[in-house]
């Protein structure tokens, strides 16, 4: 069943107008409908064309949060062959946020770490929403140490609200498990390709993402926190939200014109969730082709250009 969005609500009404149509002729093979049904899909499609092409960040967000939007494991199930997911923190326990393990990438080999969010009520309660606690990035860095120790890239795939913020995650050390995390990104001596999905926000999402290169899906949003919590710290209120975002910088299209990320996957008319075949595919591709750019590299020079990188950010128009 379609998920509609508040800003999809024109669509929502034709499509539901275009079933009711159908129905109406399975229950009456008398009925034509065929010239109907294809005048209301000619105006349906563009209707969702052009929302999608004037979309506002707060739609974006909105879009990026969608419930059937595809997540890590839609992603692994279609690209990774002879996936085995590897658990634990070796510490304390097994974070059920953070999706790791060895698999294959069209042949290569590859170490996978993402972020869950769960794609139904069983699903979101058991990968916590996407917010991993310390041990779910403790976990990351023991993975990311066995990659460098095999010599094998790692891909990850982000996709959360922020990292958990419950009593229990602050006293296991959340923000140093966060900050060893995504120092490890920088000090791999393989290739890293980070590619957000969905939402990557805060330092939740910057524990896996400081990669050679950092990919966006079209419709994902990427920021230092959530409009929600910007609006709350800068306005003492959650209405601001639409505003916040709004100021944020953090769509894909502003991000890549900020020089903070490399590419942008294009999505489907109407966003990942409408195709998510074709989104899945199409991110592989662009996976593959960034990884076959560091083909031949040393290590120590993969981590250089990768702390380069990260270094440069801010410093466009102030040189």
Known sequence: MQTYLDFEKPVAELEDKIEELRQLAAKDASVTISDEVARLEIRAASLLRQSYTKLTPWQKTLVA?????PHCLDYV???VTEFTPLAGDRGFAEDNAVIGGLGRLSGRPIMLIGQEKGADTEGRVRHNFGMPRPEGYRKAVRLMDLAEKFNLPVVTLIDTPGAY?????EERGQAEAIARSTDRCLSLQVPLIAVILGEGMSGGAIALA???RVIMLEHSI?????PEGCSSILWRAADKAKEAAAAMKLTAQELLGLGIIDTIIPEPVGGAH?????TI???????EQAL???????GASIRAARREKFLNMGRKGLL
């Open 65 to 69: 949060r969608h419930p059937n939007r």
């Open 165 to 169: 913020p419950g009593v229990g995650a």
């Open 292 to 298: 076959e750019e560091l083909d031949g590299q040393d």
């Open 77 to 79: 199930g279609q690209l």
């Open 281 to 287: 595919r199409e991110t592989g591709r662009i996976i």
């Open 274 to 278: 409408r195709e998510p075949l074709q």
């Open 210 to 212: 400081a990669g050679n």
């Open 222 to 226: 990427y920021s230092v926190i959530s």
